[in-house]
């Protein structure tokens, strides 16, 4: 069993990146977030969405001495944008900024994962985007984040948040799933995985 700690305080965010790991792994893990350890780190953040996944494992790194004692150490961060235009790192200032957002209009939500091995202290980057139509703030019982309100799968008019989670989850896959996978192959090596 592979140990890993996620670098993250985010309840979503950790659902979703841990599910990717534990359907795209060909080798046992045992996944982690910063809440399960009770550990903080700076909520400042700066540059680009790399930059961003990097800084969290730099950062963790500092906080917790027994980093080490885990196989990966996993940096996480998301941005958004319309489609084919460049990535905002703040969701909240791109919601400001494009308050014209029309319904229908085609938006990505862009995830950097920044995976750090201690064990022969190598890193593996991964990024990809998920694809989604802007929908308008719909109403909800659901307590998740915002956005997944505002958002529907391509095709769909219900909000990603609406989705359970096995659903929304696969759906994330079917975008960044074979990538996600190759790049887990290559960690599995770098960790000795038979």
Do not use: W
């Not at 494992?57 to 906080?63: I, R, Y």
């Not at 917790?64 to 004692?69: G, L, R, T």
């Amino acid at each position: 069993m592979k140990k890993v700690l996620i670098a993250t305080n985010n309840k979503e965010k950790y659902a979703i990146v841990s599910f990717m790991f534990q359907s795209l792994a060909k080798f046992e893990i045992s996944l982690l977030s910063l809440s399960d350890l009770s550990i903080k780190i700076s909520g400042e953040e700066f540059g680009d969405l790399s930059t961003r996944a990097k800084k969290k494992v730099h950062e963790l790194m500092l906080a917790y001495n027994d980093y080490s004692k885990f196989d990966i150490v996993v940096g996480v961060d998301d941005g958004i944008r319309l489609f084919g235009e460049s990535i905002n790192p703040n969701v909240k200032d791109f919601l400001k900024t494009n308050n014209n957002l029309n319904i229908g209009d085609r938006v990505e939500i862009c995830r950097s994962i920044y995976f750090y091995i201690p064990k022969c202290k190598k890193y593996v980057e991964h990024f990809h985007s998920i694809p989604f139509e802007y929908i308008g703030l719909q109403n909800s019982n659901s307590s998740c984040y915002p956005l997944s309100l505002m958002l529907a799968p391509i095709g769909s008019k219900v909000p990603i948040g609406n989705y359970d989670a096995n659903t929304a989850n696969e759906y994330y896959l079917y975008y960044c799933g074979d990538d996600l996978e190759k790049k887990l192959d290559v960690i599995g090596g770098m960790i000795n995985v038979k």
